[in-house]
Nanobody
Framework: QVQLVESGGGLVQPGGSLRLSCAAS????????MKWYRQAPGKERELVAI????????NYAESVKGRFTISRDNPQNTVYLQMNSLKPEDTAVYYC???????????WGQGTQVTVSS
């Protein structure tokens, strides 16, 4: 059974930090490109960060460059999103996404809420 389970969301003050985790199971995590998306109320889902299957390549949305860091631990089947210098506009539900490098599967987690507010 395929599962992507996000955790680590919550309420944080502006300027604060959070680390999101996404635990994967039921598929070949080490052969998957992993992505973090977010969706704010009334807005379309936005790609935040991407990491290659080996972790050797990453890319970020302009709005989070220099503040967010995506990483992965393949033996632990987990991908992370370290979020620093958080702003109110980072408030959203954050989703983990897995794309099969060879098979092309497309799996989603259930999302975790991040709220940045004083």
């Amino acid at each position: 059974q395929v599962q992507l389970v996000e955790s680590g969301g919550g309420l944080v003050q502006p300027g604060g930090s959070l680390r999101l985790s996404c635990a994967a199971s039921g598929f070949a995590f080490s052969r998957s490109t992993m992505k973090w998306y977010r969706q704010a109320p009334g807005k379309e889902r936005e790609l935040v960060a991407i990491i290659s299957s080996t972790g050797g390549s990453t890319n970020y949305a302009e709005s989070v460059k220099g503040r967010f860091t995506i990483s992965r631990d393949n033996p632990q089947n987990t991908v992370y999103l370290q979020m620093n210098s958080l702003k109110p506009e980072d408030t959203a539900v954050y989703y983990c996404n897995a794309i099969g490098v060879i098979s092309g599967y497309n799996y989603w987690g259930q999302g975790t809420q991040v709220t940045v507010s004083s």
